[in-house]
């Protein structure tokens, strides 16, 4: 959805673009805009990247700013928050987020995803550790020495055949 506001009459004029590249790409040059303002979402990066490839200037609203909190807002839909944006930007008086660079934002965000993969890996890790205790079995190396070799040959040397993992005389 965007709205397509004149400042000086406020007038306005609702449409909907298909959310990718070339049509956003589009729909900025056929407009010719003064500014291009948008909700910060997972889209907002690359909308800001064109429309500044553009030379256009940019507006990126910060949402959880109160006026944009659910129990402030009456009527909630796309039409009411492009236009309350429009005219929000157009007193300058809209709260925004800063959007990086493009660098910057993938930099980030591959920091953001290595931090998951270690934290999934540690929760995995401390998962094998209660398995073995739940078994009562209190030997298993510690620390980091657990996931060197020698720690996950021990690991590989309490390994069962799937059909023996509910044979409880074999520990």
Known sequence: MYCDYIRESGEH??????????????LIVSREPHRVVMEVCSIAGWIVDIARALGKETETANTSNDAWRWKNVKKKNYKEDALKLARLSAMNQIPTVHMPAKKVREHRSLIKYRQRLVKNKTSIQNSIRAIFSGQGIAAVPKGS???????????????????????????
């Open 145 to 171: 020495s657990a996931w060197t070799k020698e720690g996950l040959a021990w690991f590989r040397s309490h390994a069962k055949p799937l059909g023996k993992i509910g044979d409880m005389e074999q520990l």
């Open 13 to 26: 004029e609702f449409g909907t673009v298909k959310t990718t590249p070339q049509a956003v790409h589009d």
